[in-house]
């Protein structure tokens, strides 16, 4: 038996994977984001490890025999988030995340003051990353740098309190702009271009490898052996291409959950900054991935409930009960979903989200459908930048809450004209990959374990619909450079 613990933003989930490959069960706990000023996005990481007790409690009461019997133990995560700890392992400060955009004029230092950046990282300096979050505190609160000690990933700080070890894998380090990407490790060139050293960094094992072991203390408190390992584990979009079996190049997935992903497999490092897509390590040896990301994806629907009082299953049942979809498309509003900023394709923290074209006729469904629209629309002009990049797929597996809604599959099957697969279990995401790198840790072989679940829907582009929404697709981009900077 196997346990998957995928340290989200707004949830900690926790799997249960037999050796048959079967879920045998998931428990979670919900987190909150603190947002102290304007741009910010923090988290207690003491509320990580409160949500994994819970969520471990959960499981164990559920299935007492399967919980008992784990002997491996993967771990997945929010990337680029950083934890600051004194020589003491004591937390310095809230957790600065993926998604907060206070380093936007530190991105321009840290260009500048590592030339190279971009042909060791492979990437754009953004404010989501972790190394221009380190320039900020370096400048704002200057006491508490000094006292650095160890930076660590959120997910590697979870594997801190499993197991005392100081240990990442490629594929989360790569998002941090310290990782030699090509090269597996930590660039000394670019730590120390933030005023870091290799000594303040965790150790690096690939995500299928051992990290170290459970805790004894920790194993008994749990009812677990006490020879339990836990694997380097991977950010949560390469657990999630481990969990639907994206291993070899060319295969790919759409990630719609917090944020939307656009995740394509390589066989080499091709890095492609001038479109702001991630050339990042995958999480197999040998293997890297190309990426595009919004920073608000499932998470506008969620934005839109909460704005109407509703909930996305009342929502998405009176958009599809609409009787003339054409109509709709017709009369909907625009939706730019950048209520968080956007990565992919213009790296603007600034960018707002905006609802254009509402009219006295405007129905709360035509609102419902330009949110999902939008979303899908973000994700085309990140499959176009996936493609500047070199990168071509004809099918994307989709993962995450928002597979759950076969509208919205099909919507993006249209707006980027691909085919959209659906997998069965495919909610589970970065967990149930998670899981997967733990039994590849405590014996298994990637053949066995890596297969694709089973396909439980499949989504073809209708090229008519495509060819309705090309108009609205141009009036998207447009109305985005009209405002940008506004």
């Not at 009461?61 to 771990?75: D, E, K, Q």
């Not at 980027?416 to 589970?428: Q, T």
């Not at 072989?445 to 073809?460: E, F, G, K, M």
Request: proline share 6%.
């Amino acid at each position: 038996m196997f346990l998957g613990i995928d340290l989200g933003t707004s949830e900690v989930k926790l799997l249960l994977l037999d050796d048959t490959r079967r879920i045998v069960g998931t428990a979670g706990s919900a987190l909150t984001l603190q947002s102290p000023q304007p741009l910010w996005s923090e988290q207690d990481p003491m509320a990580w490890w409160q949500a994994t007790e819970a969520a471990v409690a959960q499981l164990r009461t559920a299935h007492p025999a399967a919980f008992a019997a784990v002997r491996g133990i993967g771990l997945s995560g929010q990337m680029h988030g950083a934890v600051l700890l004194d020589d003491s392992d004591a937390i310095l400060r809230p957790a600065i995340l993926w998604n907060d955009g206070r380093s936007h004029a530190e991105c321009a230092e840290l260009t500048t003051g590592a030339p190279r950046l971009l042909d060791i990282a492979g990437n754009l300096a953004m404010p989501g990353f972790t190394a221009p979050k380190l320039l900020w505190v370096r400048k704002h609160e200057p006491d508490i740098f000094k006292r650095i000690a160890s930076v660590l990933l959120p997910k590697d700080w979870l594997r801190l309190q499993l197991t005392g070890a100081k240990v990442s894998d490629p594929s989360d380090a790569a998002g941090t702009l310290w990782l030699d990407v090509a090269r597996r490790d930590w660039s000394d060139e670019l730590l120390a271009a933030t005023g870091l050293s290799r000594a303040q960094m965790p150790r690096v094992v690939e995500s299928n490898e051992i990290s170290g072991l459970l805790k004894p203390e920790l194993a008994a408190a749990w009812g677990l052996c006490p020879e339990v390992v836990v694997a380097g584990g991977a950010g949560d979009n390469a657990a999630s291409a481990i969990g639907i079996g994206a291993t070899q190049p060319g295969d790919g997935f759409i990630s719609l959950g917090t944020s939307g992903v656009l995740f394509v497999v390589n066989d080499r490092y091709r890095p492609n900054p001038a479109s702001a897509v991630h050339a990042f390590c995958h999480a197999l040896p040998q293997r890297w991935h190309q990426m595009s990301v919004m920073l608000s994806a499932a998470s506008c629907l969620r934005w839109f409930c909460t704005l109407v009082g509703s909930d996305e299953a009342a929502l998405l049942d009176e958009l599809s009960s609409t009787s003339d979809d054409n109509a709709v498309i017709e009369r909907a509003p625009l939706f730019l979903p950048y209520l968080a900023g956007e990565r992919t394709p213009h790296n603007d923290p600034f960018a707002p989200g905006v609802f254009h074209g509402l009219k006295t006729a405007t129905t709360r469904a035509d609102c419902t459908y330009a949110v999902l629209e939008g979303v899908a629309f973000g994700l085309a002009d990140g499959l176009d930048a996936l493609r500047a990049a070199g990168t071509e797929v004809c099918t994307l597996s989709l993962v995450g809450g928002g597979a759950r809604s076969a509208y919205w599959a099909q919507l993006i099957a249209d707006s980027l004209h691909v085919e959209i697969v659906v997998h069965s279990g495919s909610e589970a995401g970065g967990a149930l990959g998670a899981a997967r790198l733990g039994w590849l840790a405590a014996d298994g072989d990637v053949d066995r374990v890596c297969t694709r679940p089973p396909v439980a829907a499949r989504h073809a582009a209708n090229p008519e619909r495509h060819a309705r929404l090309a108009p609205r697709l141009a009036r998207f981009r447009d109305l985005y450079q009209r405002l940008r900077g506004a």
